[in-house]
């Protein structure tokens, strides 16, 4: 099954001078939405690396995205009304040409009426005792299945549906209650069938709710990226507030009070208050505390009752040393006006950090670094730069005279172009380190154009299936310089496409009454290794592969919706001779030993089939019997691969003098820190890059001193 994948940051470069150049002309005059769809029509067509024709091909596709995009679990449409779709299957195209919504609208409309026929089903079928042993099976649909014959076989779907989350629950709760040694009365089956009946019932009217509350622009978006994914999976259309969400996580900074909301029934819930921030520093907001009000500085109190959470959210945001004052309901029912500063709020686990692993049996002291995404502020002069932090976490572990730096890039989705061209240049004189190409092949070579090299001794680049877009931009250009060793799972993401964001409202004069119109995010170009070939599908192949528990699983770019191909171009002219790789057969040789030699990665390797047996899986029994056993038999055999990573590998990881103090001074940090140090302590793959380290210290490179 294909799908539009976990959002990744995308590489991105500034193209402010480009989009004020941006005019596309002859944008007709309407409302919000049809001015919106055009607009971004319009720069699809002119910018997109791979331009789509809007014709009936386009429409196909559109009318198949969506319809997944709205019903993917097959619980709301039948056949019947796929058959009213129909019609429209291409026409999708001229409406979108005249900026209008008609399919979208049918498709709404047909929507509402059958949640309102799905939730009278499912609140007649929760009404009602299951028979808990009634044979039956359940399949998960896929973008493939079809959608039920008619309302008796779509109702029969929302029954197994109930019915397998009910028995889900309640095999949960019985192996729960068979660790209990009070000696408490069990609750019987009949009980536990009663109470989790009503909890789903619960969960499923308020998740309805919410869907009804949707605001039409939210619903709107979605109509606007299965457009967007036609063109490829990295383009997509943002909402003004979606556009400030992602600057959020790219910045890793935000202004406000610091918790997480949730929407609870008319009001807004706490689930969370961000360790370190505001809110959490006044003490008085606490986990669960409803949210009734808000008011400003000067204002009156706002009754939030009813409203949706993203507008809730825009009343409690905003600037540093501004004050909210939020009503609040106390789990005991006390009401009290509660007084917050807005301050910006550091979300540090975004940011590098580094260690110290002083390994006791090799004698050699090895730096680490943990880059979770090349973040970057350009919002802010103070903002954080994820290669500056790079060049201080190197400067600071040369201090200490480690023998080699592991650079930890897992999961690490990408992010900033300059920032990666930059880093890369940080291990290597001048040089080229990516080439991008826009549409019409005209091809540039990005280079780093600074002599000094950072860091001039061994480096092992961690890698994992996740490591996407600038991860891969990095791992490459060091594997093609022979500067690095890069070790990991079978292959990373495969994700070698370079966005843009252009700001519509400045590429369309006028309609300053119905601005901002949002953002849209797409490829204009696709990058390449120095050696000409691309990322692009293939990912990045590590030097040292090692055992990974979703290694059998298909995972990254190639199973995207509508991925651009591979291809390649000529290759830039490279060369480094700072530390230069030229053992790497025995790395290979003498990592595979170890490897081979470890209880652990035989285990992971196992774990792997399991993984995939599991994933593969798609159909459900709906006996209790059947179910708890199939359950229990997933359960005892994952809980045999419960303790990959409960053993200290890595005994000797240590901060670095120079970062304790800022961390000693709040005991948020000394938390997570501490948690930090563990998982590192018990990683068996930074401790297989740690000894691999060790091992090019031992054979030796071609290495000078470092360069100004």
Do not use: C
């Amino acid at each position: 099954m294909k799908t539009r994948g976990p959002l990744l940051f995308s590489a991105l470069v500034l193209v402010v001078g480009l989009i004020a150049a941006v005019r596309p002309a002859d944008t007709p005059p309407g409302d919000a939405p049809s001015v919106i769809l055009k607009t971004m029509l319009a720069n699809l067509q002119s910018y997109h690396y791979q331009p789509q024709d809007i014709d009936d091909d386009f429409s196909e596709r559109v009318y198949t995205q969506y319809l997944n995009d709205v019903d993917g679990g097959r619980l709301f449409f039948t056949q019947e009304d796929i058959d009213a779709f129909s019609q429209y299957r291409d026409a999708i195209d001229d409406q979108a040409k005249a900026g209008e919504y008609t399919f979208y609208q049918v498709v709404q409309d047909h929507l509402d009426a059958n949640m309102d026929k799905a939730q009278g089903w499912f609140e007649e079928i929760l009404a009602t005792p299951f028979d808990l042993e009634e044979a039956g099976e359940m399949r998960d649909p896929d973008d493939d299945a079809p959608w039920a014959a008619d309302d008796e076989a779509l109702k029969q779907h929302w029954h197994d549906y109930m019915k397998r989350e009910l028995l889900s629950q309640i095999v949960d709760r019985r192996e729960e209650l068979e660790q209990d040694t009070t000696g408490a009365v069990q609750p019987t089956l009949d009980s536990l069938e009663i109470e989790y009946r009503g909890k789903i019932l619960d969960r499923y009217q308020d998740w309805f709710k919410r869907m009804r509350e949707l605001k039409p622009s939210v619903k709107e978006s979605q109509y606007l990226n299965a457009m967007t994914a036609v063109f490829d999976p990295h383009t997509s259309y943002f909402r003004p507030k979606d556009k400030e969400s992602f600057d959020i996580r790219f910045s890793g900074r935000l202004e406000g009070i610091g918790a997480t909301l949730q929407t609870d029934d008319e009001y807004t819930k706490v689930t969370s208050v961000v360790v370190g921030g505001p809110a959490w520093k006044g003490k008085e907001l606490k986990e669960d505390d409803v949210i009734m009000g808000v008011r400003q500085e000067k204002g009156d109190l706002v009754d939030i009752k009813g409203m949706p959470l993203e507008d809730v959210v825009d009343k409690i945001r905003g600037p540093k040393g501004t004050m909210v004052y939020l009503k609040v309901k106390k789990p005991d029912g006390v009401i009290e006006e509660i007084a917050i500063e807005r301050d910006v709020i550091v979300i540090d686990d975004t940011y590098a950090k580094s260690l110290i692993i002083d390994d006791q049996e090799g004698n050699e002291k090895i730096g680490y670094i943990n880059l979770p995404s090349f973040y970057a502020d350009f919002q802010n002069e103070d903002g954080r730069f994820s290669a500056k932090d790079i060049a201080t976490e190197l400067e600071k572990l040369q201090d200490q005279n480690v023998d080699g730096i592991v650079l930890d890039l897992r999961n690490n989705g990408g992010g900033s172009l300059r920032d990666v061209v930059d880093m890369t240049g940080f291990f290597i004189p001048e040089g080229p380190v990516v080439q991008v190409a826009g549409r019409g092949m005209d091809k540039e070579i990005l280079s780093d154009k600074d002599r000094r090299v950072q860091y001039d001794g061994p480096v092992v680049v961690l890698v994992n299936e996740y490591s996407a877009s600038a991860s891969e931009i990095l791992a490459a250009a060091l594997q093609d310089y022979g500067r690095a060793v890069i070790v990991g799972s079978n292959s990373t993401f495969g994700k070698g496409t370079v966005q843009r964001f252009i700001d519509m409202d400045r590429t369309v004069n006028g309609y300053n009454d119905i601005k901002p119109l949002g953002t849209v995010k797409l490829t204009m170009q696709k990058f390449y290794r120095i050696n000409g070939g691309s990322t692009q599908l293939r990912g990045v192949t590590p030097d040292i592969i090692l055992p990974d528990s979703r290694s059998l699983l298909e995972t990254g770019e190639k199973e995207q919706q509508y991925p651009m191909a591979w291809s390649e171009i000529e290759p830039a002219k490279y060369s480094q001779d700072v530390y230069k790789i030229d053992n790497l057969d025995e790395l290979k040789a003498r990592s595979a030993s170890r490897v081979a030699d470890s209880p652990t990665f035989g285990r992971i390797q196992e774990n792997a089939e399991r993984v995939k047996r599991q994933r593969d899986r798609d159909t459900y029994p709906l006996a209790l019997t059947d179910f708890e056993e199939l359950q229990r038999a997933n359960r005892t055999e994952a809980e045999m691969y419960d303790d990959l990573f409960d053993d200290v590998v890595n005994p000797g990881v240590l901060n670095l003098e120079v970062d304790l103090e800022p961390i000693l001074e709040d005991e948020s940090k000394v938390a997570r820190n501490d948690d930090f140090k563990q998982s590192v302590g018990k990683d068996v793959y930074i401790r297989e890059a740690v000894q691999i380290v060790e091992d090019m210290v031992a054979l030796g490179g071609k290495r000078v001193g470092n360069r100004d």
